[in-house]
């Protein structure tokens, strides 16, 4: 019997940073299963993301969507 794993209902996006030595902003997401988590954080000035494009992603999907963005941004400034 297959497990389904959880996907993201909701996401919060932290702020974005005033300065250079601001924490950089935070994705935390909450699984269907009503359990929240920390995904990931990431330069906002390299990608970006919005809560559309997350919900409903499994923790693998969104961590590759980080992975695609991150890779696309480093292929551009070569």
Do not use: H
């Not at 250079?20 to 920390?38: A, C, Q, R």
């Not at 954080?41 to 961590?63: H, N, V």
């Amino acid at each position: 019997m297959e497990t389904e794993l959880p996907t993201i209902v909701d996401v919060e996006i932290g702020v974005m940073p005033k300065s250079l030595i601001s924490p950089m902003p935070k994705i935390s997401v909450t699984w269907d299963n009503g359990i929240k988590e920390f995904l990931f954080s990431y330069y906002p000035d390299e990608i970006s993301f919005t809560k559309e494009e997350l919900i409903g992603l499994t923790k693998e999907q969104a961590l590759t969507l980080y992975g695609e963005k991150d890779r696309a941004y480093m292929r551009s400034s070569t």
